[in-house]
């Protein structure tokens, strides 16, 4: 039954604002002008828009549902309309939902669309996501544990996750680096990449703690921007006036939190719940993937999703990345962007545009030759939510 909706539809419409540190605008104005770029990407017009799906950053697109968006854009008779949020995992899901709405007949263009605005001239980018965490709130029962022992912020817990596998595995800064100085290498030749500088192991090293373990340079950027794709059904994608990146699988995962002895949260993702289902729809193995977009919010990240998927056996992740391999010329190319790490961060939206970039054979300098499987992950939470698509320049 799964294998019914490989290349039923695909990504016909891409649009990517300014990134990075961009001020003077709302979330809303970069949710639009993302939306605006993605029409203007694909051909179609603002009235063939049928179905809109939002997924707000941490400053708000005001309205339930997405219905100020709507409102704003001046869409009307929509088919659909919702405002969706699993952290990072949330672009690949909505379309996710797009594509099922579409192949049983409940759509025809779907827009889905992130934006965020939370850096200001006055502070810098930690400070765009202080305050974030509830205010001082400790939540009840077994969710407050962190809290009540003195673990507080996302840093910090991505910091023990990863200082637990190190713990588990042997695994070193060294291999971390090698994440973080190949997506440099990566982001170098892209035209919206925010950091384009060289960057050494050494200078990895040199960069400053965030959260021991973690360096500067093993977390994300934060962005100020948007991003939008139109969902069509293949045939309607066909013509239009960009390559369709046929969505040939799909899947989640959410393997949950229970808090209690021997349920290892930080060295697990849903990756393998996720893959199993968007690997058959697309009926493909490991070793069809052609190209990597992995959410990288941290170094870390990264090395346990490669893991999860199978690139390598859990523990493994270290040796594996160590030899340069996910850079520009390696064997697995991922993150071909520069990732959130040195491209921009639009949470789930980062791997998903470029991996549309990639499907569609569009990426100039850092185009990969052979890209006929694209696979595109999300992450969101403290590796609570996952999502999977498969992506192909093919039809089937």
Request: charged share 15%; net charge negative; glycine share 16%.
């Amino acid at each position: 039954m799964t294998q019914n909706l490989k290349g039923k539809t695909a990504i016909s419409g891409l649009g990517i604002t300014e990134q990075g540190k961009v001020y003077g605008h709302s979330a809303a104005w970069f949710a639009a002008e993302a939306i605006r770029l993605a029409l203007e990407d694909s051909g179609l017009r603002k009235e063939d828009v049928d179905g809109l799906l939002v997924n707000a950053g941490v400053t708000p697109l005001p309205g339930m549902g997405g219905l100020d968006l709507q409102n704003h854009l001046g869409l009307t008779n929509l088919r659909l309309l919702s405002g969706m949020t699993a952290g990072g995992a949330t672009a690949a899901m909505m379309v996710q939902y797009a594509a099922l709405a579409i192949a049983n007949g409940m759509a025809n263009h779907v827009v889905c669309v992130f934006a965020d605005a939370p850096l200001r001239e006055s502070r810098g980018g930690g400070g765009a996501y202080s305050g974030t965490g509830g205010g001082g709130y400790v939540p009840p029962g077994m969710s407050g544990l962190y809290t009540a022992f003195g673990m507080f912020g996302v840093n910090a817990q991505y910091a023990l996750a990863a200082r637990r596998h190190m713990g588990m595995y042997g695994t070193t800064n060294d291999h971390f680096g090698a994440i973080a100085v190949a997506q440099r290498a990566w982001a170098r030749k892209s035209p919206h990449a925010q950091q384009r500088e060289p960057m050494t192991i050494e200078d990895y090293h040199a960069s400053r703690w965030i959260a021991e373990p973690l360096h500067l340079l093993d977390c994300c950027l934060v962005s100020n921007g948007g991003v939008a794709v139109i969902v069509s059904s293949a045939e309607a994608a066909k013509g239009l006036k960009q390559p369709p990146a046929y969505i040939w699988g799909m899947g989640q995962g959410h393997p949950g939190d229970l808090k209690r002895a021997g349920w290892d949260v930080e060295t697990q993702t849903g990756a393998p719940i996720a893959k199993e289902r968007a690997f058959s729809m697309a009926g493909i193995e490991i070793d069809d993937i052609d190209v990597c977009q992995l959410y990288d919010c941290y170094t870390y990240t990264v090395l346990v999703t490669l893991e999860d998927y199978g690139f390598c056996a859990k523990g493994e992740g270290g040796p594996f990345v160590a030899d340069g391999k996910l850079g520009p010329g390696g064997s697995l190319p991922t993150n071909t962007g520069g990732g959130q790490l040195s491209g921009y961060y639009m949470w789930g939206m980062t791997p998903l545009s470029e991996g549309i970039v990639q499907a569609r054979g569009t990426g100039g300098e850092r185009q990969v030759e052979k890209h006929d499987v694209v696979l595109v992950s999300g992450n969101g939470g403290i590796l609570d939510h996952h999502s999977t698509l498969i992506l192909s320049p093919h039809p089937a």
